[in-house]
């Protein structure tokens, strides 16, 4: 039987949490390094399965690959690799001058963001041929708009045989027009770009603050981006790149779902590793439903120049508030779970609107065993708030949705079960060590 979480509710989260760098941003980090040859570390990185699933993927297109510290994984799970000497949240990848093409599915199959890996082989071998993955079951997730952007720069793209494969003899830049801003895609076409001969322009880019970071590694190799993190990236190639040192960006989704946590358990939590205005529409939200969110030294919590930590405090029952979720700067996707846990104990009715992936309400099953009034239909749900939720065995289907059964769990009488928590251990580093240390109950047993 896999590892389960014994959550016990009734705890007032009270303390200071630190949050490392993003899952969304470290693994295409690792894999824009494969565009320069040489030793790439990048620095920051959360000690979570991924990071160690990606090394294997980049391992197997020929490179050397060393994660530091203790990766909180049992070694049972621990992919293969020499125990390094490297501190722990620091990752160093050695890129040979000539790399395999080709990631199998032995490698990438166990990690959907292994398909990050597609554009910087574009751009670096002009082929590749990268096995679908699995990941999160979230939704259909297609790569339509990853292909269309690299043929528009010049590759022939097709699916074949399980893999998404792509050859070129030349990259030429092209103004590409995206139909929705996807993160994926802006990424890898963004990071096949760096090294096409000529202009590229992406409209309606993707303006994730991962994909700024990535932008900003990227300059840092002596790629010529501007215009990361808004809706329009001008990349002008550029004939090679150089390896670099870089610290990933906070991880937004962790940091926010310390703020729910503290939300809904009515305690004080202090967030430190993240700037607040990454997270401004959450924050927003959570004041919305009664909460006081401040940011360091009284600065506005939408304020860039804010430091990098805030403080979410609850006293009293929350108040039920709407919210949809879109690209960023809007809600999103990645805390719908646990707006909705929140809004499932909240006074009062809310509304949810899901706009990005189609399946995300997977996990309302699960909250309504756990005695949530819900009512969805499609892409909308109505939520009618309880006094407090019912304990109950509940099974994560996602990352975000196995965090959001926690906070649940920690929102009900009596003692919840989350199951598949291996699901949540890929996106959260320690979580049951740092719930405890603010002072929840909960065991880890399996
Ligand atoms: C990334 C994040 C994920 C987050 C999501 C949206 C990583 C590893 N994952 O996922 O946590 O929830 O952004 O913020 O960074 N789509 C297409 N065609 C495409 C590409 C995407 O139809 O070619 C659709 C998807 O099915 C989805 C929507 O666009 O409905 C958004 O996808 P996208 O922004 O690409 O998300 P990911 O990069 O997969």
């Not at 080709?102 to 910087?120: E, H, M």
């Not at 108040?319 to 646990?338: A, C, E, H, K």
């Not at 846990?341 to 399946?359: K, Q, Y």
């Not at 009488?413 to 909960?442: C, M, S």
Request: aromatic letters at 4%; one cysteine or more.
């Amino acid at each position: 039987m896999s590892e389960r979480f014994l959550v016990a509710g009734g705890a007032r989260l009270d303390g200071e949490v630190h949050v490392a760098g993003a899952k969304n941003s470290v693994l295409k980090l690792m894999a824009a390094a494969l565009l320069a040859e040489g030793t790439t570390t990048i620095t920051n990185c959360p000690e979570i399965l991924d990071v160690p699933l990606m090394a294997e993927v980049l391992r197997g297109l020929g490179c050397e690959v060393e994660v530091g510290g203790d990766l909180g994984v049992p070694p049972g799970d621990r992919p293969a690799g020499a125990p390094s000497e490297l501190p722990a949240g620091t990752v160093r990848i050695s890129v040979p001058t000539r790399l395999s093409s080709s990631a199998d599915f032995a490698a990438v199959g166990k990690l959907r963001a292994s398909v990050c890996v597609l554009g910087p082989l574009m751009g670096r071998c002009r082929s590749a041929r990268v096995a679908l993955p699995g990941g999160d079951a979230i939704g259909s997730r297609p790569l339509d708009m990853h292909q269309a952007g690299l043929r528009a720069l010049g590759a022939d793209m097709s699916i074949e045989h399980g893999a998404v494969v792509g050859s070129a003899q030349t990259l030429t830049g092209a103004h590409i027009v995206l139909e929705f801003p996807s993160v994926g895609a802006t990424e890898n076409i963004m990071m096949a770009a760096v090294l096409a001969n000529g202009r590229t322009v992406i409209d309606n880019a993707a303006r994730e603050p991962e994909i700024a970071d990535l932008a900003d590694m990227l300059v840092q190799m002596g790629a010529r981006v501007e215009g990361g993190g808004t809706s329009t990236l001008t990349i002008d190639g550029v004939p090679e790149l150089h390896p670099t040192e870089h610290r990933t960006v906070g991880d937004r989704m962790v940091a926010g779902t310390w703020a729910y946590a503290a939300a809904i358990t009515r305690g004080t939590v202090t967030v430190r590793g993240v700037q607040p205005h990454l997270l401004s529409s959450p924050l927003e939200r959570l004041a919305g439903a009664g909460a006081s969110v401040t940011a360091e030294g009284g600065a506005d919590i939408r304020d860039g120049a804010a430091g990098e930590s805030f403080t979410v405090e609850m006293t009293g029952r929350p108040r039920g508030v709407d919210f949809i979720t879109l690209p960023y700067p809007g809600f999103p996707t990645d805390l719908q779970p646990m707006a909705f846990a929140l809004a499932a104990v909240a006074e009062g009715s809310s509304f949810v609107t899901e706009n990005v992936f189609e399946a995300r309400f997977r996990f309302v099953e699960e909250l309504i065993r756990m005695g949530a009034d819900v009512r969805t239909d499609g892409h909308f749900a109505a939520i009618q708030g309880r006094e407090q939720l019912s304990s109950a065995p509940v099974w994560a289907s996602d990352i975000r949705a196995g965090a959001g059964l926690v906070l649940a769990g920690l929102a009900a009488d009596g003692q919840t079960e989350v199951n598949e928590v291996w699901h949540i251990d890929r996106g959260y580093p320690h979580f049951v060590e740092d719930l405890v240390a603010l002072g929840a109950k909960v065991e880890r047993v399996g």
